[in-house]
């Protein structure tokens, strides 16, 4: 019987091309930066804080080590939530989609890839949907309900069923953790995090298939345990007052 990690790709890359092409790029180019949409962040802000739906405390920071289990707990919520879209990849057309996004790819350098949907993606879909959408939902409704519907909004946004059932379960969680850190960074961070691993996967994990089968499993223990780690540093950090800064 042959491996199922080894007839097809266990970990199909779900980050959203179409930005790369359109919002990141731009942004990169200036034609619609990121700037701008710190600017409608910043005056929504100053607005939240006028009517007295939040305080003008500054948003907690995060020191280094803290940067560094945020990245981790992304590809770690990305390697998962890939697995789980590829279990139900049949009723998705994941196939497809993957020719689709490899048609896409082809040619352009990882550098380049990873400035676009790595670093630059993340932040200006993170100031639209969490910074923007989430905390304003968030003003006139319970978080739980907050965090679901502006999900929902990030997969819709995504324009496809596959990459919609993914990006709500990871928008869901950037919501949560920027919920439980008081942390605007926390979620631009989760989101850089799983974006950049989706684009290395595919080659780390065609490497250790080839050299070092039982790698795979090594990764997966691994990005459980930093994923887990986090989940519990968080959840017993957060303070429920603090978080109404953000």
Request: glycine letters at 10%.
């Amino acid at each position: 019987m042959e491996s199922s990690l080894s007839m097809r790709n266990p970990f199909p890359d779900l980050t959203d091309h179409r930005v790369c092409r359109n919002l990141a790029c731009d942004a990169a180019f200036g034609r619609r930066g990121n700037g701008g949409l710190l600017y409608f962040y910043r005056k929504d802000r100053r607005a939240r804080i006028a009517g007295g739906l939040v305080t003008g405390q500054k948003p907690n920071r995060l020191g280094i080590g803290e940067c560094g289990l945020i990245l981790v707990m992304g590809a770690g919520f990305a390697q998962f939530a890939n697995m789980f879209v590829n279990m139900i990849g049949s009723f998705l057309n994941a196939e497809e989609y993957q020719e689709t996004m490899s048609q896409l790819t082809d040619g352009k350098s990882m550098f380049f890839l990873i400035v676009c949907m790595g670093i630059i993606a993340p932040l200006a879909e993170e100031i639209v949907f969490r910074w923007l959408i989430y905390l304003r939902l968030r003003d006139y409704m319970r978080s739980g309900a907050a965090i679901v519907i502006s999900g929902l909004f990030f997969g819709i946004y995504h324009g496809n069923l596959v990459q919609g059932v993914y990006a709500s379960i990871l928008g869901c969680l950037f919501a949560y953790f920027l919920e439980q850190t008081g942390s605007l960074w926390t979620s631009v961070l989760l989101h850089m995090g799983a974006n950049i691993w989706s684009l290395v996967l595919p080659e780390l994990a065609a490497w250790l298939l080839d050299r070092y089968p039982m790698g795979i499993a090594v990764m997966l223990v691994l990005l459980l345990t930093g994923m887990c780690a986090g989940i519990s540093y968080f959840r017993n950090r957060s303070d429920t007052e603090q978080r109404r800064i953000i």
